[in-house]
């Protein structure tokens, strides 16, 4: 079992917004990352730390975090975003990493 | 540009060992860690350890002691991670991704991916 957990699906609009949600004891402490990963491909990290993108991920992907949840929004879903997206964080020791299940984005 | 390329599919019989190599290129290979995860078929991605190529200490995920060992070679800048006692359960696909290593996970490049199939 995970240490961190999401929601296994979730469905939008095309250009509308989704927030997909990651819940662990350990992200009181500690910022996660963000992962996209489309089938047969490797992951994409879209988010990290407090709400950074790395450069070439578009603007409309958003990050934060309150408590134990930290939050991946989408601002105008496009259909392209049709992917699993997975978070990262330390887990309770701080020595070691722990992914989320995932979530499966659905653009309607 | 920066790059990181894995070796080959594998197929195993339960009970070998195998080893994956990834190659780093386009970046100064000792100021990034080393992070191996694995994806079994149809399911979500899954930590298995950590290396720093400059000294070679590793940190490894619990579920792995004992079976799993990752060095690197600056020489060639390639790191490598070998699992042994292969079951039909690791059967999965096998990335590494590079990382600062800093107290947030930035895995921000990642290799292709090495098929793994330990059948019998």
């Known amino acids: 079992s995970s240490e961190l957990t999401q929601d296994p699906t979730m469905s939008v609009a095309l250009g509308q917004t989704v927030r997909l949600t990651c819940q662990g004891d350990?992200?009181?402490?500690?910022?996660t990352s963000w992962y996209q990963q489309k089938p047969g491909q490797a992951p994409v990290l879209v988010i990290y730390?407090?709400?950074n993108r790395p450069s070439g991920i578009p603007a409309r992907f958003s990050g934060s975090s309150s408590g134990n949840t930290a939050s991946l929004t989408i601002t105008g879903a496009q259909a392209e975003d049709e992917a699993a997206y997975y978070c990262?964080?330390?887990?309770?020791?701080?020595?070691?990493?722990?992914f989320g299940g995932g979530t499966k984005v659905t653009v309607l | 540009q920066v790059q990181l390329v894995q070796s080959g599919a594998e197929v195993k019989k339960p009970g070998a060992s195998v080893k994956v190599s990834c190659k780093a290129s386009?970046?100064?290979?000792?100021?990034?860690?080393m992070n191996w995860v694995r994806q079994a078929p149809g399911q979500g991605l899954e930590w298995m350890g950590i290396?720093?190529?400059?000294?070679?200490?590793?940190t490894y995920a619990q579920k792995f002691q004992g079976r799993l060992t990752m060095t690197s070679d600056t020489s060639t800048s390639t790191v490598h991670m070998t699992l042994s006692s292969l079951r039909s359960e690791d059967t999965a696909v096998y990335y590494c991704?590079?990382?600062?290593?800093?107290?947030?996970?930035?895995?921000?490049?990642w290799g292709q991916g090495t098929l793994v199939t330990v059948s019998s």
């Open positions: 990262c964080a330390r887990d309770s020791s701080g020595d070691h990493l722990v």
């Open positions: 991704s590079r990382d600062l290593g800093t107290v947030t996970p930035q895995l921000d490049y």
């Open positions: 386009g970046y100064t290979f000792s100021n990034y860690y």
């Open positions: 730390g407090k709400n």
């Open positions: 350990s992200l009181r402490n500690y910022y």
């Open positions: 290396i720093n190529p400059s000294g070679g200490a590793t």
